[in-house]
């Protein structure tokens, strides 16, 4: 009779299980950097970091990517058997025959197999950090091995029984009773300093995991397989798994993960209810892996890779099961509607899902209507029941009424019939449904008239996207802006970016919290919520949410729901009203939430009080009482200095960076179940940079440039755009050691140096003069003004050489030899010296000595090899960006003419700079420079660009945060205007190009 009733309870219980929302997993592969698809073991350790075994090394994984570690790196061998962590934080990794490795993030401790010994099978250990293991030989002799100091040795036992030699098979710790388990054969025994004490439980078959507080072991004979729990007094069965059936007898005290039927179960701790996982399960057979801390997330070890099963709060339904979900709404059965677009209607009551024939909806489509086509399944957004318990649905050609007998159908000919968005107004009995340029609201009851709600605004120009009644029965919609109408006087009222009642112009949607506080989403700027005594909706949690918001909900008294792009958000309502504090914990596909962008408008509190959020894969539900709102910051580790492992355990190293070395690349990690859609970063180096640098989503940061001396670097992460304030600090010391001519300070120094240098030789010079009278007023005229020129262009040089330009240059060249395109850089490196050696070469001695007037003038030619010089470095910077062409007229012989040097060039910055550089990215801009000889005398250079063009570029300026200015196009005009008070006559005119773009013109004569 049990044996039937056992039966009987089995196939209802599948039956449920068939058809029940499942848990949520995310699976890792080779494709997201797993070593390999089977992992056979798993541990989470203090830190966080998931270390998976494989049979092709080791994968650490810190919640957005892995790092593998293979013989190449230290493992004694590929194939892993287990993976544990000792007190200190240490990680052990059992690498099968080969022996065992001890690992600190930097370096492998090898603890190789003794001579005479074949296998060390994986350690165990002791709260007080003590290790042991069981060593096998060759003639399958099997003693109880423990690690001393850096040896493996005998662990001397004193009445042990005379089969221990044949038939010891593992060694576990227990710490509840701070005991060795020792399981030899089939027996377990107690082992305390050596001596062994027999335990009075059952034939073990395995020993399955040992947690904190319960020893989990399996005994199994021909038919039946048994676990029970031991806590060091209590034994007790709890699951029994015989042939296809299983039968949980007793709760523990932890979570349970089995196999029965080819199907994975989970029970939840302290419950008799096993849930389905999944259909044939890939799960590896030893169960270790249970041993992770209690939070929402189980890491399982599987034939077809890492899996990540959310334990709480989360249950979903896939896209086989509710295909494309943008609505749902309960109804007065409890029974739940899901609104697939374009595919379906379904029915869910709790065990089966049941799509809704569509032939009882179309006996009420008006005839006119499927003339035109009538697409039968195209659901809107929120569905809802109204106070009389009718079911509305929105759809694109009307609403939905079902009164669990018959269906009905409400359209009309003024216009579009959608209703994208339905509302309920309870006072007048209505429907109310936001569509194409319109209102228009269905009576709720027989007669079932509509009315049209229009006006000449704006936001009755397009789609309406979202409509909602107030608490005091007014009407508010939301668009192109937000309105306001109230049906009993008509009157509308809009807040729009126009009359500066919101800062924003699209609303997606709008939503009423349970104290009547209204929130407003945008397309891209955030959150809004209406202020009544301003009349204004103000933009809130500004530092947090930039982009779209989806959807918006209150889970609990104390709780609102938000939706982004990239996942959910619980913010603490009560405290935010309280007194401003913002306090939000991200859910994500970190932490349960596995909805690719949840819906537009796509969330539902059903009468249980769980949420139901549509998204772009999968429909879940979330139960608000299961949810650990408590925060956990996220834990930082810099792993890598330059090429240098950093170890995560006991790190007090200095790192010394080889000689001559001074920009440095650091690799950081973010750790933690909290982790937003992506970790941002920031960092800071005491005395060098002592403000903290602007947060960025590459956890590689690169700093350049570093004087000499010992440093400590400061690393932050945060959760994304969530509470900037909170989050751990890593430290890491190292060492620079440079030439001083590479020192950031050098040119600094170098320059203070010239400069007394140079006020010494103005001192001599000045003396020198002082002496002599006699020099005509007119060459103390000329030579003034030859000063004034020799400062303007080594001015001009200054403005051309700024360190923003070559900083950049060699960062550049400095990526080119870390990818290992030394020869590329090395040619550039040369170009570069030649470059500033010319402009140093232009700027204060010229060709030749030709008189005193044009002594510093250079060949035309010289002058074009220089700016090839200079664009071409541009464009190594800015690759891709712009193409240029240099033009000569035909008759023009480049060696006869001759210029003052740096006239031309600042205009061809100007051209990249602040016309081309300005484009958009996807688009290549183009720089023409073309040379004219009107006569022997006199010539014309013409720099044109398709750029931006000036009016756009200085608009663009003005909300620049670029630190660096150009200054050389200024100073070249103050040049021009000493010059040609000297015997020169230049011209230079700007205009803005036909076609979009600048062109400037320069004329070069004599007078």
């Known amino acids: 009779m049990t044996r039937i009733l056992f039966l009987i309870l089995f196939f209802f219980a599948n039956c449920w299980i068939a058809s029940a929302q499942e848990y949520p997993i995310q699976k890792y592969t080779t494709h997201q950097g797993l070593a390999q698809m089977q992992v056979f073991n798993v541990l989470k350790d203090s830190r966080g970091m998931v270390w998976a075994g494989t049979g092709f090394g080791v994968s650490r994984f810190n919640g957005e990517s892995f790092t593998n570690y293979t013989t190449a790196d230290g493992l004694l061998g590929n194939y892993i058997t287990d993976i544990q962590e000792d007190n200190k934080g240490y990680i052990w990794i059992s690498c099968g025959t080969k022996g065992i490795v001890r690992f600190d993030g930097k370096k492998f401790k090898k603890y190789t ?117 031991w806590n060091g007094l209590v034994l007790k069965p709890f699951l029994k798994i015989e042939g296809n059936n299983f039968q949980v007898i007793n709760s523990i005290n932890h979570d349970f993960v089995f196999v029965a039927n080819a199907k994975l179960f989970f029970l939840p701790k302290n419950t008799k209810q096993a849930d389905f996982i999944t259909k044939n ?115 694109v050609s009307g609403i939905f009424k079902y009164n669990y007998q018959k269906w009905q159908f409400f359209t009309h000919k003024q216009g579009d019939p959608l209703a994208f968005c339905i509302a309920e107004d309870k006072k007048r009995n209505k429907i109310v449904a936001s569509g194409y340029n319109q209102l228009y609201t269905v009576q709720s009851q027989t007669p079932n008239s509509i009315e049209f709600i229009k006006d000449t605004a704006k936001i009755f120009t397009s789609l309406i996207n979202s409509v909602v009644v107030a608490p005091n029965n007014e009407y508010w919609f939301s668009g192109w802006g937000i309105g306001r109408y109230n049906p009993d006087n008509k009157q509308f009222k809009y807040y729009t970016i126009d009359n500066h009642k919101i800062a924003t112009k699209g609303i997606l949607g709008l939503y009423f919290d349970w104290q009547g506080t209204l929130w407003a989403m945008s397309w891209r700027d955030g959150l809004f919520r209406y202020n009544p005594q301003k009349d204004t909706f103000e933009r809130v949690l500004l530092n947090h949410f930039d982009g779209m918001i989806n959807l918006v909900e209150q889970i609990d008294s104390q709780h609102l729901l938000i939706g982004n792009l990239h996942g959910l958000y619980i913010l603490n309502l009560q405290k935010f009203n309280a007194n401003g504090k913002v306090e939000l914990k991200v ?161 600094k120094y170098a320059s203070i140096i010239g400069f007394i240098l140079l006020l010494i030789v103005a001192y001599i010079w000045l003396k020198e003069r002082s002496q002599t009278h006699k020099v005509s007023e007119q060459r103390k005229r000329i030579e003034e003004q030859e000063n004034k020129v020799r400062f303007l262009q080594v001015q001009t040089i200054q403005a051309q050489m700024n360190p923003h330009f070559t900083f950049n240059v060699l960062g550049t060249l400095q990526h080119l030899i870390l990818n290992n395109e030394t020869q590329k850089a090395s040619d550039n490196l040369v170009k570069l010296s030649s470059l500033i050696r010319n402009y140093l070469e232009a700027s204060l001695l010229g060709d030749e000595q030709i008189g005193s007037l044009f002594k510093h003038e250079i060949v035309l030619e010289r002058e074009i090899e220089l700016l090839k010089m200079y664009i071409e470095f541009e464009q190594l910077q800015y690759s891709g960006r712009f193409n240029y062409e240099i033009k000569l007229d035909g008759k023009l012989n480049p060696n006869n003419y001759r210029v003052p040097p740096l006239i031309i060039q600042p205009f061809v910055e100007n051209a990249i700079k602040h016309g081309l550089l300005y484009k958009n990215v996807s688009e290549i801009g183009n720089l023409w420079i073309h040379f004219l000889s009107l006569d022997e005398d006199t010539l014309i250079c013409t720099i044109e660009d398709d750029g931006v063009g000036r009016e756009k570029a200085a608009e663009l300026q003005l909300t620049s945060i670029k630190k660096y200015k150009s200054r050389g196009t200024q100073l070249v005009k103050k040049r021009v205007e000493i010059l040609n008070e000297m015997g020169y006559e230049i011209e230079i005119n700007t205009d803005d190009r036909l076609k979009g773009g600048t062109v400037v013109t320069i004329k070069i004569g004599y007078k």
């Not at 001596?195 to 319960?214: A, G, I, N, S």
């Not at 007065?332 to 677009?341: E, G, M, S, V």
């Not at 509470?723 to 590479?742: H, L, M, N």
């Open 113 to 229: 197999t003794p001579k005479g010994i074949n296998e060390i099978t994986s350690p165990t250990f002791t709260d007080k950090g003590e290790c042991f293991s069981v060593a096998i030989d060759a003639q399958n002799t099997r003693t109880l091995f423990h690690i001393v100091g850096d040896t493996l040795l005998p662990y001397p036992l004193k009445n042990a029984p005379n089969y221990l030699a044949d038939s010891l098979i593992g060694v576990y710790f227990f710490p509840l009773t701070k005991n060795l388990i020792l399981h030899i054969g089939k027996q377990s025994y107690s082992c305390q300093n050596g001596k062994l004490q027999k335990l009075q439980l059952p034939p073990c078959h395995t020993v399955e995991v040992v947690f904190k507080d319960e020893f989990i072991f399996r005994s199994l004979n021909s038919s039946e397989q048994i676990y029970y729990s």
């Open 281 to 395: 399960p890939p799960l590896a057979t030893v169960l270790t892996f249970l041993n992770q801390p209690d939070a929402e997330t189980l890491w399982l070890p599987t034939e077809k890779g890492l899996w990540q099963l959310t334990r709480k709060a989360f249950r979903q339904f896939s896209e086989e099961q509710v295909p494309y979900c943008w609505g749902v709404v309960e109804d007065k059965y409890q029974q739940l509607y899901f609104l697939n677009f374009k595919v379906s209607l379904q029915k869910f009551n709790g065990k089966t899902i049941n799509t809704l024939p569509e032939k009882q909806r179309e006996i009420e489509i008006p005839e006119w209507l499927k003339k035109q086509g009538y697409p039968s399944n195209d659901w809107y957004y929120k569905p809802l029941k109204d106070k009389f318990d009718n079911i509305w649905l929105p759809h």
């Open 587 to 747: 859910y994500n596909h970190h932490n349960g939430y596995m909805g690719v962008e949840p819906g537009q408008l796509g969330s539902f509190r059903d009468s249980n009080g769980y949420i139901w959020i549509t998204s772009g894969s999968v429909l879940t539900r979330m139960n608000p009482q299961e949810l650990n709102l408590q925060k956990r910051t996220l834990k930082t580790f810099i792993t890598k200095v330059g090429n240098n492992n950093v170890a995560f355990v006991n790190n007090t190293e200095t790192i010394n960076l080889p000689y001559g070395q001074n920009a440095v690349a650091f690799t950081v990690e973010s750790i933690g179940e909290d982790k937003p859609f992506k970790s941002q970063y920031s960092f800071r180096i005491k005395g060098v940079l002592d403000k903290w640098s602007d947060w960025q989503e590459q956890n590689l940061l690169m700093v350049n440039n570093l004087p000499n001396g010992t440093h400590i670097i400061e690393v932050r992460s945060r959760l994304g755009t969530l509470d900037a304030g909170e989050y751990s600090i890593a430290t890491q010391q190292f060492t620079i050691s440079v030439p001083f001519y590479k020192s950031p300070n050098f040119y």
